[in-house]
């Protein structure tokens, strides 16, 4: 029997786990940088610590913007906001948010019947099915004829075609795991408003440098126009200058460029129809790869490329085309990233979480969900006063598995792509820049022997559950050419595609009009709470 862990939307956050009543060994914090990883790293600490007497003040630079992208999540957010206790009916209209029932990934392969495919949220729903859908994967990988496409096995794919929101009534008896689109410049300002009622203290004011104790720790930042501010913990949300972390500490980076091609991103929004998509569209294009993202009042659209492959100028004038602006003058902008991570994201008394901790492309929208888990693992190791030497190396070794194990899923991606049109295509094809876990990872799918397993034992398992490896595999059609497949044998065809389309027919029947839904928001329901299922 194999276990596949699923997206599950709650933190396991130990309020208290200290002696109770025990003052904290940290008294003061102090966050640079007021984007997203800033406020929701200051709700994140101010939930645990505030009441316990910690005082958390939050600086952020007047003349330094915030990246302003960044409008796609992962399921994991909605714990965040459970967490908070913070509605999806209070903050969803006030960053013109709509629900996402997962991703499509258009063009990325050439195979017939696998040009397109979704990577759905799976949930408790789609326990009824998966085992089916893993159990045709293998078959379809040791050369039978059987349907091995994910589309028809997740209940959230479905929801998606239909446009429907992943939203059930409250009479069904099951909950749907989804993640988010947003408006990023929104969604900060409502995050800082929320901090700031929870007793966060913000200063408008630009740190202009780290000043360093004797043992290398940061003593005190000093700012333009101010006195020098001391604190015991400094967390550096200062975007990809990561001011603290790298330029006072200088911890090392790992840069993962020679795994990950692309550097640079274009973005410009487009009117929303009146029907509400419920996915991220992820569509390959000539050096990279365009996300479309729906919110309720416009489209988010971007195209991330490799500036090695094509310019700025090439990379603008393919995304209008792909989005029919070539006549507009509606503004694109801009953006270089810088992909990778440093060595230590909790390095003496720092702790670097979001793009200064580092940034894996945005194909799947993993960011917020790296800063959740850096937060709220911090503040788990605070909580039990684990503040040592050796809790910093356990610390850094679980982030940094989080982030290897996503970048590797990420990598995926580009090396199955079957597509020949460009240079940038090929090249990523043929990168040998692989991890030993990936390398035998390939090497069990080719050889028919399931991945279950290995995948839940190995670092590959800590950024994606089994079921996202297979839809990604069988989703781009890694399997023997279609004249190279045989009849299936009595054991490799059990499962009949008409009861499983029936079933997620019908489970998707109970499921709302997106639009319609965005305008009802139900109160908040709880979660179900089963973080692993067998199959
Ligand atoms: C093209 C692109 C697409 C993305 N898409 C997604 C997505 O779909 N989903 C997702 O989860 N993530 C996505 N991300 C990542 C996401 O945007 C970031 O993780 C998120 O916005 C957090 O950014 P941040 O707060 O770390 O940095 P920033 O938003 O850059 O904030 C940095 C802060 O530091 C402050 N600062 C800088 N210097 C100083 C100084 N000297 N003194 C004081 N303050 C200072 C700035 O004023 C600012 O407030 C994307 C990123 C890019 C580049």
Redesign the pocket.
């Known amino acids: 029997m194999t276990t596949a862990t699923f997206f599950d939307c709650t933190f396991n956050l130990t309020r208290g786990a200290s002696a109770p009543g025990a003052a904290p060994a940290v008294r003061r914090i102090l966050i ?9 790293t200051a709700l994140i600490l101010a939930r645990s610590l505030i009441e316990r007497g910690v005082e958390i003040t939050l ?16 399921p994991w ?1 909605r714990g965040f906001f459970d967490m908070l206790g913070i509605e999806e009916a209070e903050w969803m209209p006030a960053c013109h948010a709509t629900y996402k029932c997962g991703i499509s990934f258009d063009r990325w392969s050439t195979k017939p019947g696998f040009e397109r495919y979704f990577h759905a949220f799976a949930s408790m729903l789609d326990n009824l099915t998966l085992r089916q859908f893993v159990h045709n994967a293998d078959a379809r990988v040791n050369g039978a004829d059987v349907h091995a496409h994910p589309d028809r096995f997740f209940v959230a794919a479905r929801l998606a075609t239909r446009r429907r929101a992943p939203k059930a009534p409250e009479s069904f008896p099951f909950d749907v795991w989804h993640g988010y ?1 947003f408006d ?1 410049v929104l969604l ?1 300002q409502f995050l800082h408003r929320k901090a700031v009622e929870r007793g966060v203290r913000y200063l408008s ?4 440098q780290a000043n360093l104790a004797p043992d290398g720790s940061i003593a005190s ?1 000093s ?1 333009r126009d101010g006195e020098p501010i001391a604190a015991d913990v400094f967390v550096d ?5 990561g ?1 603290l972390i790298e330029k006072a500490l200088r911890t090392p980076y790992v840069s993962f460029s020679s795994n990950l091609f692309n550097d ?2 274009v ?1 410009m929004p487009t009117p929303i129809e009146d029907a509400i998509p419920s996915e ?1 569209v992820s569509t390959a294009l000539r050096h990279g790869w365009a ?1 479309k ?1 729906p919110l309720t009042n416009r489209y988010g659209n ?1 195209y ?1 490329y490799s500036s090695s492959f094509c310019t700025q100028d090439e990379a603008e004038t393919e995304l209008r085309r792909h989005l029919g602006l070539l006549e507009s003058d509606v503004e694109a902008r801009h ?3 810088r992909i990778g991570r440093v060595t230590r994201h909790w390095n003496k008394n720092c702790l670097a ?5 580092g ?1 894996i ?2 194909l799947e ?7 959740q888990q850096t937060a709220a693992t911090f503040v788990e190791f605070l909580e039990k006063g684990d503040l040592g030497e050796e809790a910093h190396q356990r610390f850094n070794e679980r982030v940094n598995a989080h982030f290897e194990g996503t970048r590797d899923y990420i990598v995926t991606h580009y090396k199955t792509n079957s597509r020949e049109d460009t240079e940038y295509w090929r090249a990523n094809a043929a990168n040998m820049n692989l991890s030993e876990e990936l390398k035998q990872l390939y090497g069990l799918w080719m050889s028919g022997k399931g991945i279950a397993a290995p995948v839940g034992q190995q670092v590959l398992g800590k950024g994606y559950p089994v079921f996202s490896w297979y839809s990604l595999l069988a989703g781009v059609g890694i399997f023997p050419e279609h004249k190279q497949l045989r009849l299936p044998n009595a054991r490799e065809g059990i499962y009949k595609m008409a009861e499983i389309d029936d079933l997620i027919e019908r489970s998707s029947a109970h499921f709302p009009d997106h639009r319609a839904a965005l305008g009802h928001i139900p109160p908040r329901r709880t979660a179900p709470s089963l973080q692993a299922y067998f199959f």
């Open positions: 640079v940088g007021g984007g997203t990883a800033g406020w929701m600086l952020e630079s007047p003349a330094v913007p915030t990246v302003g992208v960044g409008e796609g999540s992962t957010l689109h990023a900060g004011c630009h740190v202009t930042v700012i949300c200062s975007g990809f200058a001011l640079a991103a973005a991220t996300w993202i971007g991330v953006l270089k990233m979480v979001g793009l200064a901790q940034f492309e945005p929208a993993t960011a917020l969900l790296f800063i």
